[in-house]
């Protein structure tokens, strides 16, 4: 079975450091995954997704992420933070043959003035 | 064009009571999905609709809970007899397709059920 596991409920990093958000996943195929940003009382909205196709992924606000088959992760990096980066990160993975994605717990990103 | 919306956004409701949540998915979507998001639980999967078809109901945490969807279009997740513990913000994403595959979940805003 497909599942995802974040590293870390919280991190905080200083504004205009680097982000790190950590995700291992597991799959018996080759997953489709998925970084998802929840902004305060706000629903989801997709940052990246990675396909199969490049294995460095580029994303909306300035976020990428890298697939890396060898140590199944998909960690999500920014270079230099910024104050609007705050929000809860979801790492996911699709499990295609329930039609459905299965996400992660989720990181609270905190960034520091 | 309109993104997936939830109402209400807020519910206060008494222990014992039952509750409607309601959902309306980006016109076109096939496929709707709730969740559930408590507190350091990350996104429980719930329920997941294919038009009016509901292939997948593992996650529906006990029969208190129900949902159906009328005419390929708006949602209703329904909760008998609350919880204290089915307090939490309840979420609905719909898709073009089923998201099986590699499509994008597009969310609402959730609403926030408080049970007391």
């Known amino acids: 079975a497909q599942s995802v596991t974040q590293l870390g409920s919280h991190v905080s990093v200083s504004e205009g450091a680097l982000v790190l958000l950590r995700c291992n996943y597991s799959s018996s195929v080759p997953p489709y995954l998925f970084w998802y940003v929840q902004y305060p009382n706000q629903g989801l909205q997709l940052l990246l997704k990675?396909?199969?196709?490049?294995?460095l992924v580029k994303g909306i606000n300035g976020f990428e992420a890298e697939f890396k088959k060898s140590e199944t992760s998909f960690h999500l990096t920014k270079p230099s933070a910024h104050m609007s980066d705050a929000a809860e990160y979801f790492c996911a993975v699709s499990d295609r043959a329930a039609d459905k994605i299965i996400f992660g717990k989720g990181t609270r990103l905190h960034i520091l003035p | 064009g309109a993104g997936v919306s939830q109402s209400p956004s807020n519910k206060v409701t008494e222990k014992g009571k039952d509750v409607e949540l309601r959902c309306d998915p980006i016109?076109?979507?096939?496929?709707l999905y709730w969740y559930r998001q408590s507190l350091g639980q990350g996104l429980e999967f719930l329920i997941y609709f294919q038009g009016n078809s509901a292939p997948d109901k593992s996650g529906l945490p006990s029969d208190r809970f129900s949902a159906e969807r009328t005419g390929g279009s708006v949602s209703t997740l329904t909760i008998q007899r609350t919880q204290q513990e089915d307090s939490a913000v309840y979420l609905c994403?719909?898709?073009?397709?089923?998201?099986?595959?590699?499509?994008?979940?597009?969310f609402g805003p959730g609403t926030r059920l408080t049970v007391l």
């Open positions: 990675y396909t199969s196709a490049a294995t």
């Open positions: 016109s076109g979507h096939t496929a």
């Open positions: 994403a719909s898709s073009p397709r089923p998201s099986g595959g590699y499509n994008e979940q597009f």
